[in-house]
């Protein structure tokens, strides 16, 4: 049996026949909001997806900015993996892509789920713990990181300098703030902005862990509290807020994000499309041509070049393959190793959470796959359970 025959029983057959994964798996496992990269798109008649050279974006930041060779500068091209680690210690790369933070999860006294990161040091190469803030992105190169505070929503976002540890500057905002990231180039920010914490939980009448005090959940139906969204320049903090107050419900963040070239901002809705886009001014705007059909899957997203996006997985206890599709078609391409595709490092390699080998689903590891290879490289070490130490843990990638 060739791969394409396994893959597509794999597809319509045995992923009937796998253990459920549970709600959330997709936040829980070692998953990510990707990173979007700055990109120059080639025109149509060009080559076959994922054979495209493309230009890897200039960072826009100074921030801690200097002429020492730091750790997370080294071996640039090459792969950094640690298959013994879980959570990793010591810093994850392939390619111009590093593993800039992880975070588990913490429940505090109010009963909001809050995130505890971990976060690359760049002069040593390694992850240190960093209980201060509530929501981490990291700009390209590895260098400053958009931070808010533990209490959500915040009225200021900072700029950490990676180095260093220490807050540059502040970024004070009207609207309290729950979600933040950079745009692909690291010019901008965008901040999701929130009436209320979208963490906050309620006790229920379950008591799984028999303490006697009910387990902490979201109330099923209440709105996310979503109000809009800020597009912010990172030289000066100056920018615009957007009301977009459509994100159904649910709890937890309903976050908006840039989207694949940087230039719009999407948002999730509760009707079709069930993503709106916006320019910077809060105006609707038409779905870029090639993000139309990527909007039906929640994972990857775009390949770099903009033409290819990830789709279904399925496979067996042995074996897992994952569907990348045409961007302008939704047609399948071809397949590539990996339960679940979590950032592109070029248009010919991703990194993906596999499965391992006879595991229910609830072990796995992060991996390097490539399309038309069967292989796969271990990144990091095999996760189990929910203990926040050796288990489920949730990366954040970025450009070095």
Known sequence: MNVDELVRDSLREQAAEQPALGPGFADRVLTVRRRRRNRALASAAAATAAVVAVAVAVPLLNIGKDDVRIASETNRNGILAHPDQTPPRDLIAAGPLALAAYYTWETDARGAAVRAYRLLDPKTGTYVRTPQWSVVDVAPGLRTAAVLERDLPAKRIGLLNLRTGEVERWIPVDRGVAGVEF???????????YSKNPELRVKSRSDTDGDGDGDWVTPPGRPTGRTGFYVLEVASGKGSWSGVTDAGRGGSHADCAFNHDGKLVSC??????????????????????????????????????????????????????????????????????????????????????????????????????????????????????FDGAAGYWTPVFAER
């Open 268 to 385: 999730g809705t509760t009707s079709r499309p069930l993503r709106q886009y916006y320019d910077f001014a809060g105006d609707e705007v038409a779905t870029p041509a090639n993000e139309v059909q990527a909007e039906r899957y929640r994972g990857v997203g775009l390949s770099p070049d903009g033409k290819l996006f990830g789709g279904l997985s399925g496979g067996t206890k042995f074996k897992w393959y994952t569907e990348l599709l045409d961007a302008y078609t939704g047609k399948k391409v071809t397949t590539v190793r990996g339960r679940e595709l979590l950032a592109w490092v070029d248009n010919k390699r991703l990194i993906a959470l596999d499965l391992t080998p006879g595991s229910d689903g609830s072990v796995g590891r992060l991996v390097l796959v490539t399309i038309g290879s069967d292989k796969v490289v271990p990144l990091s070490g095999i996760s189990k359970g």
């Open 183 to 193: 745009s692909p180039d690291g010019g901008r920010l965008l901040a999701t902005t």
